[in-house]
T-cell receptor, first 116, second 115 residues
Framework: AQTVTQSQPEMSVQEAETVTLSCTYD???????LFWYKQPPSRQMILVIR??????QNATENRFSVNFQKAAKSFSLKISDSQLGDTAMYFC?????????????FGKGTKLSVKP | NAGVMQNPRHLVRRRGQEARLRCSPM?????VYWYRQLPEEGLKFMVY????????ESGMPKERFSAEFPKEGPSILRIQQVVRGDSAAYFC?????????????FGQGTRLTVV
C-alpha cells in the first residue's frame, strides 16, 4: 500500500521569503503522479502543482516549484517570494498510474503561516 | 462556468438519522470522486464514479454508506443511521477524464456534524 508522509505539521515564513515543505512517500510502483494541493480557510482544495514520475524535470508553476527525487521518494514544494495569500494547509498527494484507480492518497498536511 | 457545487455546506444530523450530500460536477465532467476529511487529517478517498457506474469503492465503509451518480442530476453520497464518528468534511471532485490525465476540481465540501 502507498503512504504519504508530511513530517512538518506547521511552518511559518516571513512575507517575501522562501519556504520549503517536505513530503516523502512509499510505493512499489514505478509510474505514478504526485501533487501538491493548497487548502485555505475557505476549505477549497486547490491544485498547486503536479509531477509525473516518469518525467525527470521538476515541475514549476510561477512561484511554486518542486524538488522531485524519485530514488529517495521525496517530493518537496518550494514557495518563493511568499505572499500573505499563501497562508493555508498544504497537502502532498500520490496517485497510481493506469487502471481504474481514481484515488489520491493524501498526507496529513502542513499548516503554513506567512507573516507580514 | 460554475465550479464543482456541493450542498449543503453545513449539515447537522442527530445520531440515527440519514445524511444526503450532493455534488454537481463541473459542466462536461463525467467523473466524480468523494473524499472524507477528519479533523487534523488529510483527505481520504471513498469512492470514484462515472455516470451510472461505480468504478472504485475501495474507500467506502462497508455499511451505512452508499454513493450514486445518476444519468441526470447530481452525485449523492448517502449515510444512513449516522454516528458521531461520521462527523467530518466530505469533499467531491470532478474531472473530464480519469484524474491522472487531467486535473480534478474540488468543491468546497460539506461539513457534517452529528449530534
Amino acid at each position: 500500500a502507498q503512504t504519504v508522509t508530511q513530517s512538518q505539521p506547521e511552518m511559518s515564513v516571513q512575507e517575501a521569503e522562501t519556504v520549503t515543505l517536505s513530503c516523502t512517500y512509499d510505493t512499489s510502483e514505478n509510474n505514478y503522479y504526485l501533487f501538491w494541493y493548497k487548502q485555505p480557510p475557505s476549505r477549497q482544495m486547490i491544485l498547486v502543482i503536479r509531477q509525473e514520475a516518469y518525467k525527470q524535470q521538476n515541475a514549476t508553476e510561477n512561484r511554486f516549484s518542486v524538488n522531485f527525487q524519485k530514488a529517495a521518494k521525496s517530493f518537496s514544494l518550494k514557495i518563493s517570494d511568499s505572499q500573505l495569500g499563501d497562508t493555508a494547509m498544504y497537502f502532498c498527494a500520490f496517485m497510481k498510474h493506469g487502471g481504474s484507480q481514481g484515488n489520491l492518497i493524501f498526507g496529513k498536511g502542513t499548516k503554513l503561516s506567512v507573516k507580514p | 462556468n460554475a465550479g464543482v457545487m456541493q450542498n449543503p455546506r453545513h449539515l447537522v444530523r442527530r445520531r440515527g438519522q440519514e445524511a444526503r450530500l450532493r455534488c454537481s460536477p463541473m459542466k462536461g465532467h463525467s467523473h466524480v470522486y468523494w473524499y472524507r476529511q477528519l479533523p487534523e487529517e488529510g483527505l481520504k478517498f471513498m469512492v470514484y464514479l462515472q455516470k451510472e457506474n461505480i468504478i472504485d469503492e475501495s474507500g467506502m465503509p462497508k455499511e451505512r454508506f452508499s454513493a450514486e451518480f445518476p444519468k441526470e442530476g447530481p452525485s449523492i453520497l448517502r449515510i444512513q443511521q449516522v454516528v458521531r464518528g461520521d462527523s467530518a468534511a466530505y469533499f467531491c471532485a470532478s474531472s473530464a477524464a480519469w484524474q491522472g490525465n487531467t486535473e480534478a476540481f474540488f468543491g468546497q465540501g460539506t461539513r457534517l456534524t452529528v449530534v
